[in-house]
């Protein structure tokens, strides 16, 4: 299929799903698959649910929350509490199936409660391709994925968001901080603290795209190799050290291979993957 009749399928899709809640984070393809809900649906016929919590930067959450109003849908915040789970906490390779389950049984609940019909998350085409243990959550509870159904990759969601304006449609992915834990180690809400605030100071100074990888009590920062000289020359160099060990970090260091995403995956074997899959 090409990429308008890929639209046009995406559109029938959410037609035929009449009515529903959308697990909606603000990024790219969240926001793409709301604004396309909304034209196919209309607004009424639709309710974004962000989770609010400590692995979403408040920062975000203000972003996504600004996004669906300026959309002109119902936005409500879940918590799913997944802190609580000591299967999540555990941060072993299917963590974000546990957290995925946690607020995807909170939405099918809200689903049933308000009479909507349909929960749909924003899983696209590509996701297919990769270690995704989300995906599996996804399956459990019966949660739609419109935008992978239709086909659609995420440049060419990034192609249509461009068509609609929409502000995400070039912003970097942007996964939740618990994604920046090492596995293995123990997933608290100081820890993901640690790494907003650390990320947030690494924001003033320019950067875009970059990671705070958290390693027990290490820093270790990614960002792309055209970035490094502007982390690595003082007075920013010594800024960030002061800062990261004010935080609570005992090392700061810079990964030479620059920013990659999902890099810590590195640390699982073929077979945890595939027991996630």
């Avoid at 959410?14 to 529903?20: A, S």
């Amino acid at each position: 299929m090409n990429l308008e009749q890929k639209s046009a399928s995406l559109q029938q899709i959410l037609k035929d799903l009449t009515k529903v809640v959308i697990a909606y984070s603000g990024g790219v393809d969240s926001t793409f698959l709301l604004r396309s809900a909304v034209d196919s649906l209309g607004a009424p016929n639709v309710l974004a649910c962000v989770a609010t919590g400590a692995s979403l930067p408040k920062r975000e959450l203000r972003q996504a929350v600004k996004l669906a109003k300026d959309i002109g849908v119902e936005v409500q915040a879940v918590e799913p509490d997944e802190l609580s789970d000591p299967n999540y906490a555990a941060n072993k390779a299917d963590r974000c199936f546990h957290c995925k389950s946690h607020l995807f049984a909170l939405l099918t609940d809200l689903a049933k409660k308000r009479n909507f019909n349909h929960v749909i998350c924003g899983h696209n085409f590509d996701d297919k391709d990769d270690y995704r243990p989300g995906i599996r959550a996804a399956k459990a509870f019966g949660i739609r994925s419109p935008l992978a159904e239709a086909e659609l990759t995420k440049d060419e969601i990034r192609q249509l968001s461009r068509k609609l304006n929409l502000p995400t449609a070039d912003v970097p992915a942007s996964p939740c901080l618990a994604s920046r834990i090492s596995y293995g180690l123990e997933i608290t809400e100081q820890r993901l603290k640690q790494i907003e605030q650390a990320e947030a100071f690494l924001r003033t100074f320019g950067l875009v795209e970059f990671r705070v990888r958290l390693h027990e009590s290490i820093a270790r920062i990614e960002v792309h190799p055209e970035d490094i000289a502007k982390v690595t020359t003082e007075p920013t160099r010594s800024q960030i050290v002061k800062k990261l060990k004010s935080l609570g970090f005992k090392f700061v260091t810079l990964d030479l291979q620059g920013f990659r995403s999902g890099s810590l995956n590195v640390m699982l074997s073929e077979d945890q993957k595939q027991q996630n899959l």
